[in-house]
């Protein structure tokens, strides 16, 4: 509905209606979202089309019926169960305490020059370190079971989320920090009020590169010293040559990375929903 009054200057223009808001753009979003929502549709079945194309042309690629199969047989004996259980209990562990001593150190090293001068070289020296390549040593010191795979997920997420998490913190824009300041704000306030909310995108991009790095050093720690989880499960199927086996196993790292990455997204737009994206 349109209703208009003038007030000697100009027409004072209200639209009221179920799907816009004073200013039209309320519709936009829901309109951005459900496009991207079909093009997510479209990437997906076309990827399954080339995959059934490529396995019907002579490659050595199980069909994606038979990697169905597999997965179907795998959950009716509980083997996909306890895999998934397995896998997905170590990376959530290594995961959180990976970040959230990320976020620590990564703050302390952007708030004061000292820590940051006695840390940095040290973080920086590890990060050139595969986490993978630790492994061999942490399999002497702490043995082959859940503690070695745990810590190298940890190594590999927090190396990955503190150096972003210290990076969002030095490039608070500093007009911010003064002008508190200026109101009277002590450094526990500002630190709060002004240097987190204003770290939060980058603490959410670097746990998100993060739980990538997560999953790529459980399944390479699994394939050394597990006796249950995904990355076992595709050793032991190598071993016989059960391509359906390892396509399942690749598919449900896949699939759970892609629902905690996106689990992560929807955490990031309602903690920076302040912030204007595009």
Known sequence: ???????????????????????????????????FLVLNII?????????????????QFPTPVEVVSAAWKM?????????VGASLGR???????????????????????V??????????????????AMLPLVLVLMGIG??????????????????????GVVNVDKTLINAAR??????GTIFGRVVVPASTPFILVGMRVGLGSAWGTLVAAELLAAQAGLGHRMQSAQLYYDLPTIFVGIIAIGVLGL?????????GNKLTAWQENR
């Open 259 to 267: 629902i905690m990455d996106r689990l992560l997204m929807i955490a």
């Open 182 to 187: 200026v109101l009277g704000a002590s450094d």
């Open 91 to 113: 990376v959530l562990a290594g995961f959180a305490l990976g970040s959230v001593a990320a976020v620590i150190v990564g703050f302390v090293m952007g708030w004061y020059t």
């Open 1 to 35: 509905m349109r209703s208009e009054r003038h007030d000697g200057r100009r027409p004072i223009v209200a639209v009221t209606s179920a799907g816009a808001t004073r200013d039209g753009n309320a519709p936009a979003r829901p309109r951005k979202n459900r496009t």
């Open 43 to 59: 990437s997906i079945v076309a990827g399954i089309a080339i995959w059934w194309g490529l396995s019907l042309a002579g490659l």
């Open 75 to 83: 959950t009716l004996d509980g083997t996909l169960a306890t895999d």
């Open 115 to 132: 820590a940051r001068g006695l840390f940095e070289p040290w973080i920086q020296f590890f990060r050139t370190i595969p986490p993978l």
């Open 146 to 167: 859940e503690s070695p795979k745990i810590f190298v997920i940890f190594l590999a997420a927090f190396l990955s989320c503190v150096i972003s998490t210290y990076q």
